[in-house]
Each structure stands twice: as structure tokens, then as C-alpha cells.
């Protein structure tokens, strides 16, 4: 286990370091929610979908030892829920990462998402020192979109055919923080019924945008 990673909490929500022994009930939350995470599964354009929880797992922790990236599993009261992944973290003049999240079924609406995502988002900014945090959602991902707007992070724009996700090359729109924003941090802006209203809307435009895709030449 990587020895960077923290335990985070915050009432009923623990992030905790991901562990390679993780590996079962991972698969088995995954199977439980399949018809409800698929949607959102990210894919890989170059090769058949296939489990390797195990590998997965050991590739994480392989990126939190390089300082790249800072695996976590949701827990409440004991149970696993799901799973929280900063990954992309960079340093210097850019100083960002990225965070992608899931929980199951039967752990949805809860707030443990929005909770856990203003834990680590906390971390990053005032533990690690970075600058930005990104988070990309698929326009279709109400839960997800409900998070961002609840925690305040702003939309940034729609990025095309951005992420390989159930198959596919899906747009996405991006939203964002930045520390300066959050100096009392998001969690206590969010407790605290601080959040700017609206920060978190997508412009018509957008969204008509998003419905209509994007054309692409006729396949040769």
C-alpha cells in the first residue's frame, strides 16, 4: 500500500487507501450494480472489456507511489460503497488532477458523493498544495451533474468525444475549482450553505450541443 495515501473521513463517509485485498468486493459491488454503473464504465477503444480487478488495483498504487495519482474506496458504517480515483496530478505551473468516482446501487443518495469528493478534493488543495481540481461528466449523468452542482464546481465547457466510456467516444462536460475559490474549503463551503448558486449550470447552447453530437466524415 502506498504510504501517501490517507484516511480520510466526515460523519458516516470514509475514504481509506485502496488495497490489492480490495479486489473481491469490488467485483462483487460492480456485479450487484452492473445495469446501473454501466453507463458510465470507462472502456478502452483498443481492447474487449474484461475485469482484471487485481491489476487494476496494483496499477493505482503504482501511480500513488510516483505521486501521480490517489486511490480510494468509499466506505460507510463499515461497508464498501464504491470508489474515488484522483488520477493526473501534476505539479510545477499547472498543478491539477482530475477525480473520477462510482458507488453502488444501494449507496446512492446518500450524500456520500459529494461528501467524498469534497474530502479529496480538501486533501489535494491543502495537504498535497495543488491548484485545480477537474472533474468530466457525462452529459447524460444526472447523479454525477447533481454532485457538481451541489459542491459548487464551475462548468468550464463540452469536450467532444473526450473519454472512452461503454464503448464509445463520449463528450463530456468539464468542471473545475480552483483553490482560490475554496479558501475555507469545499466541504465547509458546502456544510456551511455557501455554494454560489448557478456555479454548476451548463448554457442552453451546450447542452443543445451535447444532444446533437458531433459530425463526424462517413466511415471508408
Not at 470507462?42 to 501511480?63: C, E, F, K, Q, V
Not at 461528501?115 to 491543502?126: G, I, K, P, Q, W
Not at 447523479?143 to 467516444?169: A, C, M, Q, T
Request: glycine share 10%; charged share 20%; hydrophobic share 40%.
Amino acid at each position: 500500500m502506498a504510504s501517501n495515501i490517507p484516511t480520510l473521513r466526515d460523519g458516516a463517509t470514509v475514504l481509506r487507501p485502496i488495497r490489492v485485498r480490495d479486489a473481491r468486493a469490488l467485483e462483487a459491488e460492480l456485479i450487484d450494480s452492473r445495469s446501473w454503473l454501466r453507463p458510465w464504465e470507462a472502456t478502452s477503444p483498443s481492447a474487449p472489456l474484461h475485469w482484471d480487478t487485481r491489476g487494476s488495483i496494483r496499477n493505482l498504487l503504482s501511480a500513488a507511489r510516483a505521486g501521480t495519482g490517489l486511490p480510494f474506496i468509499i466506505e460507510t458504517e463499515g461497508r464498501l460503497a464504491g470508489q474515488l480515483n484522483v488520477s493526473g496530478m501534476t505539479y510545477g505551473s499547472l498543478a491539477s488532477a482530475t477525480i473520477g468516482y462510482w458507488v453502488g446501487a444501494g449507496f446512492a443518495g446518500r450524500g456520500l458523493t459529494p461528501t467524498a469528493v469534497a474530502l479529496a478534493t480538501d486533501h489535494v488543495f491543502f495537504t498535497v498544495g495543488l491548484h485545480r481540481m477537474e472533474i468530466c461528466i457525462r452529459p447524460e449523468n444526472a447523479p454525477s451533474l447533481r454532485v457538481v452542482e451541489k459542491l459548487g464546481f464551475r462548468y468550464e465547457g463540452l469536450r467532444r468525444r473526450y473519454i472512452h466510456i461503454n464503448n464509445d467516444w463520449r463528450d463530456h462536460f468539464c468542471f473545475a475549482l480552483t483553490v482560490d475559490e475554496v479558501p475555507q474549503g469545499v466541504l465547509q463551503r458546502w456544510k456551511a450553505g455557501r455554494v454560489p448558486p448557478g456555479a454548476a449550470t451548463v448554457p442552453e447552447v451546450d447542452l443543445i450541443a451535447a444532444r446533437r453530437g458531433i459530425s463526424l466524415p462517413p466511415a471508408r
